[in-house]
């Protein structure tokens, strides 16, 4: 029988989907482990079930005190032991449970400690920008770091200089392929890439030279007493053309609202929404609902609720990427190799 071929959705890379990942072959480090926190489960087991294997089992009581107990319920002695953990809502309780995870992994002599963050929080604090105020992400990074991590992998970093504040290997990955890969098999006709924000002007070129599009910018301003993003204008030609708003994160969906305002203001006609970050707090449903836009592409980067799901919602699995990636830094290959770099 001829073996069968799929592009590993997200990435350039053509596999044989006939061939186990042989994730038991034991390398420098041992075999893959793979764990999966309580912000990751979901994710966790897409991942286990790409590379053909199993989540590994623990226990995780949290006392009256609210302190976090972690017992690992297998060994991973000198084992390539990687830890799925998003920092996503509750967002502390998370952060601390990967922490003390990665302590119980150490403790039990693990032979190397890999920690995948699908979201990492605390990105938008890289830099002293008023007087004394933290740097919280180099805080985040230095955490992990001394908890023992000994490599990482995340997705879509709000500034790629967070990945200096690392002084461990580690791989910066991004849902751009996935994303845009899905928005170019869709053939939109007279497509315009549109940024939230001049902040995300230069990852908003990237997608319009790779659909082929032009490219609009949302000029705005964001209060400083509110927080709230206030929206100006729209900077290129949108009249009578299909735009794609692009972002990296929504929150709130305050910052989109005034964006798809400004855009619908300049005769613009239909309105799509991509971003790989799906936060969505307090009314952000309400408030997305509420635009009428063609179509809502994210990614599971962050678990939704499958019941909030919007008719309009696309949500792209990251899992596969991911599984590759993990086996890749299993087998020390490559995995620029992944996308032609």
């Known amino acids: 029988m001829d073996s069968a071929f799929e592009k590993v959705p997200g990435t350039a890379y053509i596999r044989d989907t006939d061939t186990n990942p042989a994730v038991d072959d034991r390398g420098q480090y041992g075999r893959i482990m793979l764990f999966a926190g309580s912000a990751s489960r979901t994710l966790g087991r897409e991942i286990a079930d790409q590379l053909r294997c199993r989540l590994g089992d623990y226990e995780r009581i949290v006392f009256p005190n609210e302190n976090i107990f972690i017992r690992l319920k297998e060994s991973v002695r000198g084992q390539d032991v990687y830890l799925v953990q998003g920092m996503t809502t509750p967002l502390h309780d998370n952060i601390m449970e990967m922490l003390i ?21 605390y990105t938008r604090s890289d830099k002293k920008d008023q007087p004394r105020v933290p740097i919280t992400a180099r805080l985040m990074a230095n955490i992990i770091e001394v908890a023992g991590t000994d490599r990482y992998m995340t997705v879509d970093l709000h500034a790629g200089q967070i990945q ?69 204008t729209v900077i290129g030609d949108i009249e009578g053309k299909n735009v794609l708003l692009v972002d990296d994160e929504v929150l709130t969906g305050g910052t989109i609202v005034k964006a798809v305002e400004a855009i619908r203001e300049r005769g613009a006609k239909d309105v799509y929404l991509v971003f790989t970050h799906a936060l969505l707090k307090d009314q952000a449903y309400e408030r997305l609902e509420s635009l009428g836009l063609k179509e809502i592409i994210t990614t599971n980067t962050v678990p939704l609720q499958p019941d909030k799901l919007l008719p309009n919602m696309k949500v792209l699995s990251i899992a596969p990427m991911l599984a590759e990636v993990i086996l890749r830094a299993h087998q020390g290959r490559s995995v620029g190799e992944l996308f032609n770099e």
Not at 101 to 121: E, F, H, K, Q, T
Not at 172 to 192: G, M, N, Q
Not at 195 to 204: I, P, R, V, Y
């Open 164 to 232: 200096g504040f690392f002084n461990i290997p580690g791989d910066a990955l991004t849902a751009f392929h996935l994303l845009s890969d899905y928005i170019k098999e869709k053939e939109i006709p007279d497509l315009v890439v549109c940024s939230a924000d001049l902040g995300f002007a230069k990852k908003g070129r990237n997608w319009a030279e790779k659909l082929g599009t032009p490219l609009a910018i949302v000029e705005k301003r964001r209060l400083f007493n509110t927080g709230q993003a206030e929206a100006l």
């Open 101 to 121: 995870m990665i302590d119980a992994l150490m403790r039990d002599s693990a032979g190397r400690i890999n920690v995948v963050i699908p979201y990492m929080s």
